[in-house]
């Protein structure tokens, strides 16, 4: 069975019919796009058009047969591999709110590297990453969910992610500095745990300053703390590889 079906039929409902026939599934696991309307021609009978549609099963459903009553089973797509599997999800999810942007994918050992492709406005980045840092989570899931062997997702757009690496180290580094000019801890505005490891990171090899993370969920936050003996054993209190969530 191909993955894309184009059909005819009088209305759009009967071409979507046809296609829920074809792909033997309901309605609400299939992507549809209307490719032409039809017309009903001069007095409503005569030159009829036909109305086309575009399917496709949604990526979501992909390896799965959520059939009433019957426990999930591998379909034709169960095999698959990761990578595809979530490119396939991602395309799915944007096609749902009018989006038709490619997602190029890759995997590599414990890794999945997915890229957003088109998004020239940062539509899909949102507020400091949070709507590109949910749909990587949502993957994540529906990959998990489906077995994926622990692997880690990794979703970038317009190459944002070296972008907000880059602009982070320069504000962890300006902090600090800070930090040690006024001998005073200095907080840093709340985050995503992504971001936090990024500012941790960046200050790790630094002697003479101790990150610590602070507070709960959205409002979780670092503070840089000028480490006034010296020492790097109290180290690691709030450092990257232990800042947890």
């Not at 009553?69 to 999800?89: H, I, Q, R, S, V």
């Not at 960046?202 to 703390?225: H, M």
């Amino acid at each position: 069975m191909k993955d894309v079906l184009e059909i005819d039929g009088k209305t759009i409902d009967e071409a979507i019919q046809r296609a829920c026939d074809e792909f033997n599934l309901p309605r609400e696991k299939l992507n549809i796009e209307i490719i032409s309307e039809g017309s009903s021609g001069l007095l409503g009978f005569l030159g009829v058009g036909k109305a086309r549609i575009r399917a496709r099963v949604l990526s979501i459903d992909i390896g799965m047969d959520n059939s009433p009553g019957e426990k999930p089973k591998k379909n034709m797509e169960a095999d698959l591999d990761t990578a595809f599997a979530a490119k396939a999800f991602i395309e799915g999810l944007l096609s749902r709110i009018g989006l038709d942007f490619p997602v190029a994918a890759e995997e590599s050992g414990d890794h999945i590297a997915l890229n957003i492709q088109g998004d020239g406005g940062g539509l899909l980045i949102g507020r400091g990453g949070q709507t590109l840092d949910a749909i990587q989570y949502l993957t994540s899931r529906v990959l998990n969910k489906n077995g994926n062997g622990g692997k880690r997702v990794a979703l970038d757009t317009e190459n944002y992610r070296k972008k907000r690496e880059g602009n982070l180290t320069a504000l962890a580094e300006k902090l600090g500095e800070k930090a040690k000019r006024i001998r005073r801890p200095v907080t840093v505005n709340p985050m995503s745990a992504h971001d936090r490891r990024i500012i941790h990171m960046a200050l790790q090899n630094d002697s003479d300053l101790i990150t610590r993370s602070r507070g709960e969920g959205a409002f979780r936050k670092i503070i840089i703390v000028p480490n006034k003996d010296g020492k790097t054993a109290n180290r690691g209190q709030g450092s990257g590889v232990r800042d947890q969530d």
